[in-house]
């Protein structure tokens, strides 16, 4: 009789990693629980006892994802000196995630297919963009305060339009952008920005 454990050798981070490659490429309702099994390398009762259901799992890979993001958007937003250069370096950091050869195109929270019908999830969706752009926003404000924008320029509309600019690079590169037209897009958006004199 088979057993109905985990395989032996079964590697937790792994195989949310795995899970995320399957939600990113397919959205959540396109991922069926055949899909995980077979790129999880684990049976159904398997992946329910180290998951819950497909619910709990995509939140739990959602979590995953977001943590990495943010992790980037920190490093390259803590770098000291005009928060202009911070955003922009930011901006052709995300242009060239958005294009890395072997991942999924775009961002998997802004960009993959919607979950209809699951409010939990896309609640959750919609607080993981509203947290980022919020961080763009504490960004412009900062660059206002220290002088680094015009007085007629609002930081927050700037954030909402570097904002917006972000979730139309996902969606280009979902559509097939290469890394050249998206690192275009990143450093024309910039030029609204006046440099810091």
């Keep these: 009789m088979a057993a109905l454990g985990r395989p032996r050798g079964f590697d937790r981070t792994v195989a949310l990693e795995g899970a995320l490659q399957a939600f990113w490429e397919q959205g959540f309702e396109s991922t069926s629980i055949a899909d995980l099994t077979r790129r999880l390398g684990i049976g159904p009762p398997s992946l329910y ?34 928060r202009r250069d911070a955003i922009a370096a930011m ?17 998997m929270v802004n960009t993959a297919a919607a979950p209809t019908g699951e409010p939990i999830l896309l609640a959750r969706l919609a607080e993981l963009r509203s947290s980022v752009q919020e961080r763009l926003r504490r960004e412009t404000r900062a660059a206002a305060d220290a002088g680094e924008l015009p007085r007629d320029m609002e930081p927050d509309a700037l954030a909402a339009v570097i904002w917006t600019t972000v979730l139309g690079m996902s969606m280009r590169s979902r559509d097939g952008a290469d890394r050249d037209e998206l690192e275009s897009t990143a450093r024309s958006i910039m030029t ?4 810091v004199r």
């Excluded at 901006?91 to 775009?106: E, K, M, N």
Aim: a negative charge; proline letters at 9%; one cysteine or more.
């Design 49 to 82: 006892a180290a998951f819950g259901d497909k619910r709990a799992l995509f939140l739990e890979v959602l979590d995953l994802y977001y943590g990495s993001f943010v992790q980037f958007l920190d490093e390259t937003l803590a770098v000291p000196g005009a």
């Design 91 to 107: 901006l052709l950091g995300i242009a060239r995630f958005y294009s890395t050869p072997g991942l999924p195109r775009g961002c």
């Design 192 to 195: 609204i920005w006046p440099p």
